[in-house]
């Protein structure tokens, strides 16, 4: 009992749908990243597709971070 007396934090609500976003933000840019990322390792695609995809990549990880947490 004396733990839960200090504990001051308070309790915080992640929201899922958030976190979807902000994992498939990062995937996005893992995959497409002009140079580097995965798939450009492999195959040879346009340059305007892979700069597409790391501003989509990037506005859903902003997007994701955005309201990701809530207080209760």
């Known amino acids: ?13 992640v929201k899922f749908l958030n976190v979807l976003l902000v994992l498939l933000g990062a995937d996005i840019i893992l995959l497409f990243a002009p140079g580097i990322g995965m798939l450009n390792a492999f195959l040879s695609l346009d340059a305007f597709f892979s700069w597409g995809a790391l501003v989509v990549g990037i506005i859903l990880l902003v ?6 947490y809530q207080k209760q």
């Open 63 to 68: 997007f994701g971070f955005k309201d990701l």
């Open 1 to 13: 009992m004396a733990k839960e007396a200090n504990n001051n934090k308070p309790r915080v609500k």
